[in-house]
């Protein structure tokens, strides 16, 4: 295997799993982390006993179109390829719509949505122009099915998909694809910030029963990248524990 993928928010709960998950199929890695947050990637970098020729950390905001563009230029100079990129990096700022304050809605979308052309324009016309390539964007059963407290984070997620759909039909004649990953609550930091009660209620009307294993998220994403994903796109697929099925 000779190929490379880039994560964004690759150190967080679900990127993590991913980044582990790719390293494991033999992937380079390229493990993007938020502005000023060197130390904390390394540390991540020497808990998972990573070498650097596995992974690559890159600093990268997300939401700087500038930046991205530049950086990413350079890092495609440098790496020769980008073959898969996974857009995961997202947050929350969850409140009811009658308390949500502007910074708050703008901070997701710019986060959660915007960062979709931030990191994939620079790199999409190189994966066209090789003639394959996958990218793999980590919307939400909450931009599905709309989640109360979470009108900016479900309108981020939604956006998503029908950023991902286009994307995909341009994609095609070029051998690229483009999917998505619906994860469903996920054992992370982003879902343990909630309020407990909140949480029970929501993991007791899972028909799981529980809620999912980040590895779950990433042996998903490992299935689109690889062999088995070559002929799906423009898909979103849930990885939800039937929380929503639509
Ligand atoms: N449907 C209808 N009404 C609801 C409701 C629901 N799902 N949830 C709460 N309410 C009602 C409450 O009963 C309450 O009513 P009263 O005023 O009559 O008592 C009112 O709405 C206010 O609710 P809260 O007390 O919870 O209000 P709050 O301001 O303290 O908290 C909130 C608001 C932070 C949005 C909280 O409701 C919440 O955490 N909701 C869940 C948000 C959520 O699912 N976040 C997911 C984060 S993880 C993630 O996003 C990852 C992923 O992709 C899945």
Redesign the pocket.
């Given at each position: 295997m000779n190929k490379v993928a880039l994560i964004t928010g690759s150190k967080g709960g679900i990127g993590s799993a991913i980044s582990s998950q790719l390293v494991a199929d033999g992937y380079r890695v390229i493990a993007t982390y938020f502005t000023g947050n060197h130390q904390c990637a390394l540390d991540w970098f020497n808990e998972n006993n990573f070498n650097k020729d596995q992974v690559h950390l890159f600093e990268l905001d997300v939401t700087d179109t500038e930046q991205c563009a530049k950086r990413l230029g350079n890092l495609l100079e440098q790496e020769g390829t980008i073959d898969v990129v996974i857009n995961n990096a997202g947050i929350?700022r969850?409140?009811?719509f009658k308390?949500m304050t502007y910074q708050s809605w703008d901070d997701v979308l710019q986060t959660n949505l915007n960062s979709l052309f931030n990191v994939t324009q620079p790199l999409f016309a190189a994966m066209c122009e090789k003639g394959d390539g996958r990218v793999v964007n980590i919307s939400?059963?909450?931009g599905l099915k709309g989640?109360?407290?979470?009108a900016n984070?479900s309108a981020a997620?939604a956006g998503m998909i029908g950023f991902s759909k286009a994307l995909a039909a341009e994609g095609a004649r070029s051998g690229v694809t483009v999917n998505v990953i619906a994860?469903?609550?996920?054992a992370t930091p982003?879902?343990e910030?909630?309020?407990p009660e909140?949480l029970e209620s929501?993991k007791s009307s899972i028909p799981l029963k529980r809620l999912a294993k980040p590895e779950e998220i990433a042996k998903a994403v490992s299935f689109l990248v690889g062999d088995g994903g070559a002929y799906i796109t423009g898909e979103t697929l849930n990885v939800n524990g039937g929380l929503y099925m639509h």
């Open positions: 929350t969850d409140g009811m308390k939400s059963v909450n989640q109360f407290g979470q984070y997620k994860p469903g609550y996920t982003m879902v910030e909630m309020k909140v929501i």
